[in-house]
């Protein structure tokens, strides 16, 4: 008897093999060799030699785009692929930090992905989160307000993931994996195998895709939490590193290769002066900025 082959996307990568959904089924696929490197999101094609027989990964298609964050070495590492948008997911408690919903606001920036807010846990009360809110939505970066507990405006966040893959990011706690089971109503049996307890929580140790019933191609990738996040300095290929205020003061600067630190004729600085860029995000861009010169000087 002849063998089986198809293709399909990959729900969740390991260190061997990977779960790939193909068709109506989610079944598992051992690479093919050793330098085969498979990421959440990939296209794949799948063989198997023998009818009931395990499957093989056979090929990756290129890639529309890769989100890779640096890990404590400063090596790239990937999060998921051909992604559409990022949900960057944040909450009262843990207290956010801001510095770290900047940078991957600029990573998707700089991947030409979409990204929205997403303030979870609105149950516990929102009011101290708002000033800085408020300064991401004068960027027109949107902020949709839920609770993944009481179902607060789930339904409205399901109509924003209505087409293509959304891949969810932010610390540990905020409620990533407890938003995916409120979207996605069979999720909770399938991340009971992909995450860990530390201290007592459940944490999510790998990046795992959902089928959203929205949309034929609707997707939502729950990645495990983070401390600390920032693109690869590879992708950085604009001075100002994915801030969307800087890059509009940026083009009157004086200097073309301006840093936006101490130099001569600098509008950057001037609009922070003038308060026309927030103190804060411009802080933020040279701590991202500091930390590309260290690792790449
Ligand atoms: N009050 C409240 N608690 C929530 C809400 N959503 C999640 N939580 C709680 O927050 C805690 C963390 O939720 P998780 O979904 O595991 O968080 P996570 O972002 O997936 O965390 P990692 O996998 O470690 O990155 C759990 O105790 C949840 O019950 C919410 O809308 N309101
Ligand atoms: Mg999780
Ligand atoms: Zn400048």
Same mark, same amino acid.
């Given at each position: ?117 997403? /303030?979870?846990? =609105?149950?516990? *009360?929102?009011?101290? #989160?708002?000033?800085? !809110?408020?300064?991401?939505? $004068?960027?027109?970066? +949107? ?25 969810? /990011?932010?610390? =540990?706690?905020? *409620?990533?994996?407890? #938003?995916?089971?409120? !979207?996605?109503?069979?999720? $909770?049996?399938?991340? +009971? ?31 495990? *939490? ?11 290929? $604009? ?59």
């Amino acid at each position: 008897m002849k063998g089986r082959q198809g293709s399909g996307v990959v729900l969740a990568s390991y260190g061997r093999g990977a779960l790939v959904q193909s068709g109506e089924i989610a079944m598992h696929c051992a690479l093919k060799g050793r330098k085969q490197r498979v990421v959440c999101g990939d296209r794949v094609t799948w063989a198997s030699s023998a009818p009931e027989g395990g499957a093989t990964l056979e090929s990756i298609e290129p890639r529309r785009n890769l989100i890779e964050r640096i890990d404590a070495r400063g090596r790239p590492e990937p999060v998921a692929a051909n992604v559409d948008r990022l949900g960057l997911v944040l909450a009262p408690e843990p207290a956010p930090d801001w510095f770290l919903v900047d940078r991957y606001w600029a990573a998707a920036r700089l991947k030409d992905v979409e990204a929205f807010v997403i /303030v979870n846990k =609105s149950d516990l *009360g929102v009011a101290a #989160l708002q000033s800085e !809110l408020a300064a991401y939505r $004068a960027l027109e970066l +949107a902020c949709l307000e839920i609770s993944a507990l009481t179902g607060e405006r789930i339904a409205e966040l399901h109509g924003t993931l209505r087409a293509g893959s959304t891949l969810l /990011v932010g610390q =540990s706690g905020v *409620g990533k994996s407890s #938003l995916i089971n409120a !979207l996605v109503p069979d999720a $909770a049996a399938q991340t +009971a195998e992909l995450t860990r307890e530390v201290e007592g929580r459940h944490t999510t140790t790998t990046s795992r895709r959902y089928r959203l019933e929205s949309g034929a191609d609707a997707a939502v990738i729950d990645a495990p *939490g983070v401390r600390d996040f920032a693109p690869p300095a590879s992708m950085v290929r $604009a001075a100002e590193l994915g801030f969307v205020e800087i890059h509009r003061f940026a083009a009157d600067c004086r200097f073309n290769d301006c840093r936006h630190f101490e130099e001569p004729g600098c509008a950057v600085r001037s609009a922070v002066l003038e308060e026309r860029i927030a103190a804060r995000r411009y802080e933020s861009y040279r701590r991202l900025r500091r930390l590309y010169e260290k690792l790449a000087p």
